[in-house]
């Protein structure tokens, strides 16, 4: 059985946090490649309206899903805290009893409601009907078949929350290196394959993790990971455990919901512009693909904050916490500048890829790609910091923070300018431009501030019955 690693909570905060960054950063970054791949194949196969659909659909299911996910959160901080103490069977306890509660949630509510409301998702977010015809198969393979990928990430963050982020990592390039497989062959047809488009795209990201969480499971029930096998199966959850994590990763939750609704509403007022459907599918190319390699690497090190600050509480070590937080946030920083002077020097290189290469695609995007040059510094910062925040067991914070900005600040500017008939696609580019900023300026206040370190977390004893 894998041993705790004694080096996340002493030596060196840089070693520390690189130890923990470095992996979870590559896996998110290999998870953001299927997603290109996707985009890049569906691009070329079917156009910028099958670009639109894919992100669309992708979008509304995050919404759908991402509340069950607070679990998550609720779990990682538990995970992390226990790991500092190296208290296996209460890692073990809590890890379990999510993942019980994870598959009751996602089956009993998310799969049959987002079948049932997927059409009139679509209709009320005014996409047009080129657009629904590939985003309506998507959306419903995506609930009818997401529970690998959703148990796929849960697995991730509980390894990654214990202080194993090099497992996770192995079972994503599997997942990844399959889903490259599935969905190039089924979106292009290839062989005997049909040709699927969107669709086989959706399969592909439900599929490909299946594999990979067989083999997490196998390893658990075998003693080969730090989580060990609990020590009572049950169907029941353990409402002790759950109310402990709900009420930690509720508020993470309607954090995610009000990032995502935000999103969601947002593809609803681009719908609105001029050339709807192209400017939505530079939005999806240009923020949802190229911008995740900004996104993606800051969830990685927005994972390695939490991780890094929860296991130093629980030792007894919260400064120690603080500083490797900001060591992750320094190093997002550096990474979006490297990125923002490859969106501000070359886009249309970029957006060609994507077979975005003539207008009115092509200006929109080109346009968005130099906002966001700017604006992912601002939101590398932000993610690394509310890791922080949330690692530590405050994630009422960060609810606030993506209240004000992503629905105040984000929509609020862009309504504006929609009833005095001025918006634009460059208003709306702006408009993320000094969300991002706003973002970034609270949180870091927030956590400077320092009441995350007076926040207690504990479970109840484990029933002997």
């Known amino acids: 059985m894998k041993t705790f690693d004694d080096e996340l909570v002493s030596g060196s905060i840089l070693r520390s946090v690189w130890k923990l960054a470095w992996p979870g950063v590559l896996l998110n970054l290999l998870n953001g490649v299927h997603g290109i791949i996707d985009h890049v194949l569906v691009g070329h196969f079917i156009g910028y309206e099958g670009n639109a659909?894919?992100?669309?659909?992708?979008?509304?299911?995050?919404?759908?899903?991402?509340?069950?996910?607070?679990?998550?959160?609720?779990?990682?901080?538990?995970?992390?805290?226990?790991?500092?103490?190296?208290?296996?069977?209460?890692?073990?306890?809590?890890?379990?009893?999510?993942?019980?509660?994870?598959?009751?949630?996602?089956?009993?509510?998310?799969?049959?409601?987002?079948?049932?409301?997927?059409?009139?998702?679509?209709?009320?977010?005014?996409?047009?009907?080129?657009?629904?015809v590939h985003a309506l198969p998507y959306l419903r393979v995506l609930f009818a078949f997401g529970a690998p990928l959703f148990l796929m990430?849960?697995?991730?963050?509980?390894l990654q929350a214990a202080?194993?982020?090099?497992?996770?990592?192995?079972?994503?390039?599997?997942a990844t290196f399959l889903n490259a497989i599935i969905s190039t062959v089924l979106i292009t047809g290839f062989g005997p394959a049909p040709k699927l488009g969107a669709t086989g795209a959706a399969l592909g990201t439900c599929l490909a993790p299946l594999v990979s969480v067989v083999i997490a499971i196998t390893l658990i029930f075998k003693r080969k990971l730090l989580i060990d096998r609990p020590e009572r199966l049950?169907?029941?959850?353990?409402?002790?455990?759950?109310?402990?994590?709900?009420?930690?990763?509720?508020?993470?939750?309607?954090?995610?919901?009000?990032?995502?609704?935000?999103?969601?509403l947002l593809i609803r007022i681009i719908g609105m512009l001029e050339h709807s459907a192209a400017a939505q599918a530079a939005y999806t190319i240009c923020y949802s693909q190229l911008f995740s390699i900004i996104t993606w690497a800051s969830f990685g090190l927005r994972a390695s904050a939490a991780t890094i600050i929860g296991q130093n509480i629980g030792a007894g070590k919260p400064e120690r916490g603080k500083a490797g937080v900001h060591v992750a946030a320094t190093v997002g920083a550096a990474w979006a500048v490297?990125?923002?002077?490859?969106?501000?020097?070359?886009?249309?290189?970029?957006?060609?890829?994507?077979g975005a290469s003539q207008e009115p695609v092509l200006g929109f995007g080109v346009t968005l790609l130099r906002y966001l040059a700017f604006s992912g510094v601002f939101?590398?910062?932000?993610?690394?910091?509310?890791?922080?925040?949330?690692?530590?067991?405050?994630?009422?914070?960060?609810?606030?923070?993506?209240?004000?900005?992503?629905?105040?600040?984000?929509?609020?500017?862009?309504?504006?300018?929609?009833?005095?008939?001025?918006?634009?696609?460059?208003?709306?580019?702006?408009?993320?431009?000094?969300?991002?900023?706003?973002?970034?300026?609270?949180?870091?206040?927030?956590?400077q501030q320092g009441k995350w370190a007076r926040i207690n977390v504990e479970l109840v004893a484990a029933r002997q019955d």
Do not use: E
């Open 379 to 447: 939101l590398a910062v932000s993610l690394a910091i509310t890791g922080g925040l949330q690692g530590a067991g405050d994630t009422m914070t960060p609810m606030y923070i993506a209240l004000i900005t992503q629905i105040g600040v984000l929509l609020g500017i862009c309504q504006v300018f929609a009833w005095l008939n001025l918006l634009s696609a460059q208003v709306v580019w702006c408009a993320i431009l000094i969300s991002h900023v706003t973002r970034c300026l609270l949180t870091y206040r927030a956590f």
């Open 53 to 132: 659909a894919i992100g669309v659909a992708w979008q509304i299911y995050l919404v759908m899903v991402v509340f069950i996910a607070s679990l998550f959160q609720g779990m990682n901080v538990l995970v992390a805290r226990y790991a500092g103490r190296q208290d296996r069977q209460a890692i073990s306890r809590v890890t379990y009893q999510t993942f019980l509660a994870g598959i009751i949630l996602v089956v009993g509510i998310i799969m049959p409601l987002g079948l049932f409301t997927a059409p009139y998702l679509l209709t009320l977010l005014n996409q047009s009907p080129g657009v629904q």
């Open 234 to 264: 049950t169907l029941l959850p353990d409402l002790s455990v759950i109310r402990v994590v709900a009420r930690i990763g509720i508020p993470t939750g309607l954090q995610a919901v009000l990032l995502n609704l935000g999103g969601v």
């Open 338 to 354: 490297v990125l923002g002077l490859l969106f501000w020097s070359c886009p249309q290189a970029l957006l060609s890829i994507f």
């Open 163 to 174: 202080g194993d982020p090099k497992t996770p990592l192995k079972l994503g390039v599997l």
């Open 153 to 158: 990430i849960l697995l991730t963050y509980a």
